[in-house]
Nanobody, 114 residues
Framework: QVQLTESGGGLVQAGGSLRLSCGAS????????MGWYRQAPGKQRDLVAL???????KYTDSVKGRFTISRDAAKNMAYLQMNSLKPEDTGVYYC????????WGQGTQVTVSS
């Protein structure tokens, strides 16, 4: 069973920054995709950022230019650097990994105050 562990969430004022980390219990070199989803209160879980096997990052439009996804295969880690945070970025952020099956972390809360 693959385990994903997130860290780095918290409370920040609008305009601030946070860095989320996700550690995988398996080697991530060659996984189909790894990234982050967000679930705001009362809403569905939506994609925020993803790195596919070709190494190219993909972002939802609302975070382009503000968030940066990266990974360190040697450490089995993925990161989400979030800058210029807005109140609408508030939600639970879930780490996601796809090999053949899909795996999710337990989530980390990000709250951006106005």
């Amino acid at each position: 069973q693959v385990q994903l562990t997130e860290s780095g969430g918290g409370l920040v004022q609008a305009g601030g920054s946070l860095r989320l980390s996700c550690g995988a219990s398996i080697g991530i070199f060659g996984v189909n995709a790894m990234g982050w989803y967000r679930q705001a209160p009362g809403k569905q879980r939506d994609l925020v950022a993803l790195i596919t096997i070709d190494g190219l990052p993909k972002y939802t439009d609302s975070v382009k230019g503000r968030f940066t996804i990266s990974r360190d295969a040697a450490k089995n880690m993925a990161y989400l650097q979030m800058n210029s945070l807005k109140p609408e970025d508030t939600g639970v952020y879930y780490c996601y990994l796809r090999i053949v099956n899909e795996y999710w972390g337990q989530g980390t809360q990000v709250t951006v105050s106005s």
